[in-house]
């Protein structure tokens, strides 16, 4: 199961310090990706796309062909989301779009309803992405027993938005990619 993780490039999106000079990864993605490997999952691409034009993404999705792409999805990004969730759709039209963040939480039947997402992670995201990318593994239809989710029933055509996963972040582990981020802080590059 190949998965890609994207922070969408912020400071293309918003005229916004600090994001001015080089990638950022939010922490939150960062998590997921460590807990996804965790539980096995080792063919994760973390990706922000800084400073590509759509053609330069395209190629890039084209190259890395995920079967799930998740995306971090703030109400300053919303756009680029859609924009990326469509043009991943026309590349793979079978690829899952997850869509996660301040704004698919507060929003999923919207996100759902009007754009090609395939499912949002409601709130903190690690444990019920573990479930999510192991359900679609399978190929399950039913996601009703995932907390923390929303997701259109392909049966019905329903938008469903199941229960709140409690919160629990002192469990999370954050590995590898937090020694990144602490690297980049350290340079004295603008994160």
């Given at each position: 199961?190949?998965?890609?993780?994207?922070?969408?490039?912020?400071?293309?999106?918003?005229?916004?310090m600090?994001?001015?000079?080089g990638?950022?990864?939010?922490?939150?993605?960062?998590?997921i990706?460590?807990?996804?490997?965790?539980?096995?999952?080792?063919?994760?691409?973390?990706?922000?796309?800084?400073?590509?034009?759509?053609?330069?993404?395209?190629?890039?999705?084209?190259?890395?062909?995920?079967?799930?792409?998740?995306?971090?999805?703030?109400?300053?990004?919303?756009?680029?989301?859609?924009?990326?969730?469509?043009?991943?759709?026309?590349?793979r039209?079978?690829?899952?779009?997850?869509?996660?963040?301040?704004?698919?939480?507060?929003?999923?039947?919207?996100?759902?309803?009007?754009?090609?997402?395939?499912?949002?992670?409601?709130?903190?995201?690690?444990?019920?992405?573990?479930?999510?990318?192991?359900?679609?593994?399978?190929?399950?239809?039913?996601y009703?027993?995932?907390?923390g989710?929303?997701?259109?029933?392909?049966?019905?055509g329903?938008?469903?938005?199941?229960?709140?996963?409690?919160?629990?972040?002192?469990?999370?582990?954050?590995?590898?990619?937090?020694?990144?981020?602490?690297?980049?802080?350290a340079?004295?590059?603008?994160?």
């Open positions: 199961m190949k998965i890609l993780l994207v922070d969408p490039p912020i400071g293309q999106i918003v005229d916004s600090p994001y001015k000079e990638p950022a990864f939010a922490i939150g993605l960062l998590s990706d460590s807990y996804l490997e965790k539980h096995g999952y080792y063919e994760i691409e973390l990706e922000n796309y800084f400073g590509c034009g759509w053609e330069d993404i395209k190629a890039r999705l084209r190259q890395s062909n995920p079967d799930i792409i998740g995306l971090s999805c703030t109400t300053d990004s919303r756009g680029f989301c859609w924009r990326l969730a469509r043009l991943a759709k026309e590349i039209p079978d690829v899952k779009i997850v869509l996660g963040n301040v704004h698919a939480t507060f929003f999923p039947r919207q996100m759902i309803e009007h754009h090609p997402i395939d499912f949002c992670v409601l709130s903190e995201g690690e444990e019920t992405m573990l479930e999510l990318v192991r359900a679609i593994e399978s190929r399950r239809t039913d009703s027993d995932i907390l989710v929303a997701w259109r029933d392909p049966v019905t329903e938008i469903k938005v199941n229960g709140q996963r409690p919160l629990t972040l002192t469990k999370y582990p954050l590995t590898a990619n937090v020694v990144f981020l602490l690297t980049w802080k340079s004295d590059k603008p994160i």
